[in-house]
Structure formats: structure tokens, C-alpha cells
């Protein structure tokens, strides 16, 4: 970036006393004073039009390289997309989390922990329940990865899990009767977390898995450090790679009795969708990345597969799918309604942009990639069938 270079804010929005407080509880021990500084510029930033960047270091007083520092923060933590044509600069702002998908995401969760001490962390803790759609414009923002986790140790990571002790009340997954799982298994109790639970509760509705076959699956799917001889013993750990081979394998996928074919399993909905043609590992991987990065409910899970199906002409791209995902999960889109009024509020402002001709929908190009998030699993691509 150069102060020359040109900048425009969009999608701009209007912080609440709730985003305020989680600005500062959640994100402010992340990306420090010069970065929230940033964000809250952008927000209440006046320009309607692109102007020259170096107005807006002058007016934070800061170097071109401490701006962008800031900004890179700001991109890893979800709160600015950022997309680059040439010299032009747009800047798209995202809200803060809820508190509950704050303490739920995988990273920032244990950034977190890793930034403030455990007994606040614990406060938040229990109180956590009270893409490119610019024409001709990259995305350059910088991704949250794993590596802002490579001081993490098992003392953190116990302390981390002592605190998610799951209370399977406060388990959000519609349609997959986890507890039930729970009496007809043994599970170890060391894999009784909110995290696995929610993951094989999300994948057997996603996938229409009955409770019997997830059982057997789940049994199957767990790893465990052995010990001299070579017999397993401690440390239990739900290969999630394995798991959802299990389940492509079996293809026993249960029809529901609700008249809603969104309400389908995703397995069968996509399968009718491309002609009765059998799912491939990339079908497999998106919609378990769908219902368990993004969060996104089987309903809409299948009205997105549906309106990305027919707006490419049958070409299902994964990164354009995972960036529409991405900013839905962002915004709380959790039903169908939320998830058309979203497409069709978006066109209006695309089109009073001047971005988009009267009654013609550009597709943009997305070339976010959050594969790499909670279903990074080295044995994916091993076990699913070839």
C-alpha cells in the first residue's frame, strides 16, 4: 500500500452497545489499540466516494507499515475483508462476533485464552449464552491460521477444555438427538466436549446418519495413544477424517418425513440436485465444512448448494460457496428467509453502486479459502474413497 493509493468503506455499519462491549472484551486483547483505532475509523468513516489513504493515516497519525499491520490484524480476526484493484482499495466491515460464536470458533477462542488470564476467560466463558463481491477486485485479506497457535501447550489446552465442560443442554444442533448417542455409547469422557459433540451432532444431520450407524462410526472413529506393548490406552481422540469416511462409505442416509425438501439431508438434497449422481470427496468435504466451520444449518445449507447450483449453471465452486458461508455465518443467517432477504438487499446495494445492470445479478468471484479451519484433518483425503 502507498498513501497515494485510492480507498473506499463499504458495507458500513452501525456498532451497537453489545458490539462496543465485545470490541473490547474479545477483540481488543487480540489486535491491540493501533488496530481497534483502525476499525472504528473505518466505521465512522464519512467518504462516499474513493479518496487518497494517506487522509486517513493523517488522520490516526500513523506510518503506511503500522497501518497495515493493523489492518492485517483486523482481516485475521473476521472484522475487515479487504479487496485490492490496482491502486484502489475496499474495505468491507464485518461486526464483531456474538460472544457465543466468539467462545465457539476454534482459534480465536484459544488466542483468547491464550491473551487474557483463565479466570477471565471463565467469566466470558459462562456468560457466552446470555468472498469477492466486488467486480474486477481480489480479495487480499490475510486469513486466521493456525499458526497464531504454535505456543500453544496441553497445559493451555487442558485449562482451555476444563473450562468447555459441556452441558448438553446448551447444545445447538436441531434434529440429531445427541444424548441418546451418548446412553447407547461408551464415550470416553475425556471426548464429552462441546466441540466433538457438536461436531458429530452437526455431521449426522448434515449427512442423515440414524443414531445406530453414527454409534458405530463414532466407536470406530476414535484414536488412542497406546502404551509399551502397543495396546491403547490413553488420550482418546475422534479422528474426524475417519468419521466422516465412515459415513460416505455407509451411505446410509435417512429421508425425513417433513414435506420441506430443504429439510433433506444434505447428502440427499445435492444428490437430487445433480440429477441422482452420486456424491464426490469434494461433495463430502464441502458439506461437512459447511455444517461444521461455518455453522450453518442443514435448510440453509441446501438453499445455498441450491442458488450457487443454479446461478453457475451447475458448477458447484467451493471457495465462492465457503465466502457466502462465511459472511452468512458472520451476520447470524440461520433460516432460509434471513438467507434470500440477505441475496436481495445485497443486489439492491450492488446495483445502486452501479455495480450490477438492472434485473442482472454479476456473479462475483470468491476467492476466500477457510478450509483450512476446524476440519483440517491430515487423514481426509486418505480415507475418503478415491
Same mark, same amino acid.
Given at each position: 500500500m502507498l498513501g497515494d493509493d485510492k480507498y473506499l468503506v463499504e458495507n458500513k455499519i452501525e456498532l451497537e452497545n453489545g458490539d462496543t462491549k465485545r470490541l473490547y472484551l474479545l477483540y481488543y486483547p487480540l489486535?491491540?489499540?493501533?488496530?481497534?483505532?483502525?476499525?472504528?475509523?473505518?466505521?465512522?468513516?464519512?467518504?462516499?466516494?474513493?479518496?487518497?489513504?494517506?487522509?486517513?493515516?493523517?488522520?490516526?497519525?500513523?506510518?503506511?507499515?503500522?497501518f497495515e499491520k493493523g489492518l492485517h490484524k483486523l482481516e485475521e480476526v473476521?472484522?475487515?475483508?479487504?479487496?485490492?484493484k490496482d491502486d484502489s482499495y475496499i474495505f468491507e466491515l464485518v461486526k464483531p462476533l456474538s460472544l457465543e460464536d466468539f467462545m465457539r470458533h476454534d482459534i480465536l477462542s484459544r488466542m483468547l485464552l491464550g491473551a487474557i488470564d483463565a479466570?477471565?476467560?471463565?467469566?466470558?466463558?459462562?456468560?457466552?449464552?446470555?468472498?469477492?463481491?466486488?467486480?474486477?477486485?481480489?480479495?487480499?485479506?490475510?486469513?486466521?491460521?493456525?499458526?497464531h497457535l504454535n505456543k500453544w501447550n496441553k497445559s493451555q489446552e487442558k485449562k482451555y477444555q476444563n473450562i468447555k465442560k459441556v452441558n448438553l443442554e446448551e447444545l445447538d444442533v436441531e434434529g440429531f438427538d445427541i444424548k441418546r448417542l451418548i446412553d447407547k455409547i461408551a464415550l470416553p469422557n475425556d471426548l464429552k466436549n462441546k466441540d466433538v459433540l457438536e461436531f458429530i451432532a452437526r455431521t449426522g444431520r448434515s449427512f442423515g446418519v440414524s443414531l445406530e450407524d453414527m454409534?458405530?462410526? &463414532?466407536?470406530?472413529?476414535?484414536?488412542?495413544?497406546?502404551?509399551?506393548?502397543?495396546?491403547?490406552? =490413553? /488420550? !482418546?481422540?475422534?479422528?474426524?477424517?475417519?468419521?466422516?469416511?465412515?459415513?460416505?462409505?455407509?451411505?446410509?442416509?435417512?429421508?425425513?418425513?417433513?414435506?420441506?425438501?430443504?429439510?433433506?439431508?444434505?447428502?440427499?438434497?445435492?444428490?437430487?440436485?445433480?440429477?441422482?449422481?452420486?456424491?464426490?470427496?469434494?461433495?463430502?468435504?464441502?458439506?461437512?465444512?459447511?455444517?461444521?466451520?461455518?455453522?450453518?444449518?442443514?435448510? &440453509?445449507i441446501n438453499f445455498l448448494l441450491e442458488y450457487v447450483f443454479l446461478e453457475n449453471?451447475?458448477? =458447484? /465452486? !467451493?471457495?465462492?460457496i465457503k465466502a457466502i458461508a462465511a459472511n452468512w455465518h458472520r451476520l447470524g443467517i440461520?433460516?432460509?428467509?434471513?438467507?434470500?432477504?440477505?441475496?436481495?438487499?445485497?443486489?439492491?446495494?450492488?446495483?445502486?453502486?452501479?455495480?450490477?445492470?438492472k434485473d442482472s445479478l454479476i456473479k462475483p468471484d470468491y476467492t476466500i479459502d477457510n478450509s483450512g479451519l476446524m476440519l483440517d484433518?491430515?487423514?481426509?483425503?486418505?480415507y475418503l474413497p478415491k
Open positions: 489486535v491491540k489499540e493501533e488496530a481497534l483505532a483502525i476499525y472504528l475509523a473505518l466505521v465512522y468513516d464519512l467518504n462516499i466516494n474513493f479518496v487518497k489513504l494517506h487522509n486517513l493515516l493523517n488522520y490516526l497519525d500513523l506510518s503506511i507499515d503500522r473476521g472484522l475487515v475483508l479487504t479487496y485490492q479466570r477471565s476467560y471463565k467469566r466470558l466463558y459462562e456468560l457466552r449464552t446470555s468472498s469477492s463481491k466486488h467486480k474486477g477486485y481480489k480479495n487480499v485479506s490475510h486469513i486466521l491460521e493456525y499458526a454409534g458405530k462410526y &463414532v466407536v470406530d472413529a476414535i484414536d488412542y495413544d497406546k502404551d509399551e506393548n502397543g495396546f491403547p490406552c =490413553l /488420550n !482418546p481422540k475422534l479422528n474426524k477424517g475417519r468419521l466422516l469416511y465412515y459415513i460416505s462409505k455407509g451411505k446410509h442416509f435417512n429421508l425425513t418425513n417433513s414435506q420441506d425438501p430443504y429439510e433433506k439431508p444434505c447428502t440427499n438434497f445435492l444428490k437430487q440436485l445433480q440429477n441422482n449422481k452420486e456424491l464426490t470427496i469434494s461433495d463430502y468435504k464441502l458439506i461437512a465444512s459447511l455444517s461444521n466451520e461455518y455453522y450453518l444449518k442443514v435448510p &440453509v449453471h451447475g458448477e =458447484l /465452486n !467451493p471457495n465462492f440461520d433460516t432460509i428467509e434471513q438467507a434470500k432477504e440477505y441475496l436481495s438487499e445485497r443486489q439492491k446495494r450492488l446495483q445502486q453502486k452501479g455495480n450490477l445492470k484433518d491430515d487423514d481426509f483425503d486418505k
